[in-house]
Nanobody, 120 residues
Framework: QLVESGGGLVQAGGSLILSCVAS????????MGWFRQAPGKEREFVAA???????YYADSVKGRFTISRDAAKITVFLQMSSLKPEDTAVYYC????????????????WGQGTQVTVSS
């Protein structure tokens, strides 16, 4: 019900755009977000966007990543620029019916993930 795409291999300093398409129950989600998990590390928050398009970002990606969603609120995008090798991870799309993102929010819906690899 959440399908990510857009991952791949990119050189440091390059850009990628990830997409996540919602369907079924996830169409009712108010908040959508991106998380990532690098090998041997815990999953971490990257960015989220509320129903009113208010964005949230992890400090590590502020100024480099931009989250957005289309007017129909079906697709959420993560535009990543100035990529660093430490951005290498599997990126997961998540969604929830809560009205807004918070650090304590446990997202109900998750995608399968898309690999992003940044070479130095």
């Amino acid at each position: 019900q959440l399908v990510e795409s857009g991952g791949g291999l990119v050189q440091a300093g390059g850009s990628l755009i990830l997409s996540c398409v919602a369907s079924g129950e996830t169409l009712n989600a108010n908040v959508m977000g991106w998380f990532r998990q690098a090998p041997g590390k815990e999953r971490e928050f990257v960015a989220a966007i509320n129903w009113n398009s208010r964005p949230y970002y992890a400090d590590s990606v502020k100024g480099r990543f931009t989250i957005s969603r289309d007017a129909a609120k079906i697709t959420v995008f993560l535009q990543m620029s100035s990529l660093k090798p430490e951005d290498t991870a599997v990126y997961y799309c998540a969604a929830d019916r809560s009205s807004s993102h918070s650090a304590q929010l446990k997202y109900n819906y998750w995608g399968q993930g898309t690999q992003v690899t940044v070479s130095s």
